[in-house]
C-alpha cells in the first residue's frame, strides 16, 4: 500500500521516473492489484521521456488491470484507452474511454467524470490527427 501511494504522490508530481518504480515495487509485493497496474500503463504511455515510454507493455498492465478489476473500474478502463491511443488505435481507445465515462457516472463520481471527459476529448483530438489502425480503410 505504501509504494502504490507513494507512486500516486510521485506521478501527481509529474515524476514519471519515481512513479514507475513506486508502482513497480507495489506490484511485486501484489502482482495482481489492479490500480498499480493501470496506473503504471498510464505513466508508461504519458512519459514525458520518449526512452521510458513502453506502450506495449502499458496495453499488457491495462488490460490486466480491466480483467481484474472485471472491467468495473472506470480509472482501470481509462489505462486501457491510454494504452491502446499509444499502440495507434483511437478509435478503440475513444471505445474503451467511453466506457469509462460510462461507469463513473454510474458511480456518480463528478471528479472522475470530469477527468475522463476531458481526456475522451483529448482522445478524440488525437483520432481526427491519426491514421487508422492498419487493415482499416479511412472514411471518406
Not at 518504480?21 to 497496474?37: G, I, S, T, V
Amino acid at each position: 500500500q505504501v509504494q502504490y501511494q507513494l507512486g500516486l504522490l510521485l506521478h501527481s508530481m509529474n515524476q514519471f521516473a519515481g512513479a514507475t518504480a513506486a508502482y513497480r515495487r507495489a506490484l511485486e509485493l501484489k502482482p495482481d492489484w489492479w490500480e498499480p497496474q493501470a496506473n503504471l500503463a498510464v505513466a508508461l504511455c504519458l512519459n514525458p521521456d520518449p526512452a521510458a515510454r513502453n506502450p506495449v507493455e502499458a496495453l499488457r498492465l491495462a488490460e490486466a488491470a480491466c480483467k481484474e478489476s472485471k472491467y468495473k473500474a472506470p480509472e482501470a478502463l481509462d489505462a486501457l484507452a491510454n494504452a491502446t491511443l499509444a499502440n495507434g488505435d483511437a478509435q478503440k481507445a475513444v471505445e474503451y474511454e467511453e466506457q469509462a465515462l460510462q461507469l463513473a457516472q454510474e458511480q456518480k463520481n463528478s471528479d472522475k467524470i470530469l477527468r475522463i471527459q476531458e481526456r475522451l476529448n483529448a482522445i478524440r483530438a488525437a483520432e481526427r490527427r491519426l491514421p487508422p489502425p492498419v487493415g482499416i480503410a479511412p472514411s471518406p
